[in-house]
């Protein structure tokens, strides 16, 4: 279990740093909580090399589950609704004629931010 809130918390505080942008940095934290097929991987790996016992991997692998099934309400709670569903025209338009960059640097890498997440996070 404590394994489990030191994952929860640090991604929480993980999602306050991205200072250079306005955004609801409990909602990228919250949306950062879940640890899956990564962390069921490397733990797999490990287990398979012996560099894990089997009570850590169990407990990686409780984590992984926790983690995966508190998000959603708790978005929900954050969020307020559900951010699937129409847009308003002008979000829409706005967000399509953007550049295409998401970088604090503004390097094109040819990604738009999805408009969904994009209303979830700047509100």
Sequence with gaps: MLL????????LIAGQTPFW?????????TGMIPRGEVTLLFAQVGLSAGVLSTGLY????????ITTLIVPPLLR?????SVVGPEPESL????????????P??????V???VEITRAITR
């Excluded at 169990?58 to 589950?65: C, E, N, R, T």
């Excluded at 709670?77 to 609704?81: N, W």
């Excluded at 640097?105 to 040819?110: E, F, K, N």
């Design 4 to 11: 489990t809130l030191v994952a929860i918390a640090a991604k």
């Design 21 to 29: 942008r306005p955004l609801r940095r409990s909602v990228v934290g």
């Design 58 to 65: 169990s407990s990686l692998a409780f984590v992984v589950v």
């Design 77 to 81: 709670a954050l969020v307020g609704r």
């Design 92 to 103: 829409r338009e706005e967000l399509l004629n953007e550049p295409l960059t998401d970088s």
């Design 105 to 110: 640097g503004g390097a094109d890498d040819g």
């Design 112 to 114: 738009r931010p999805s």
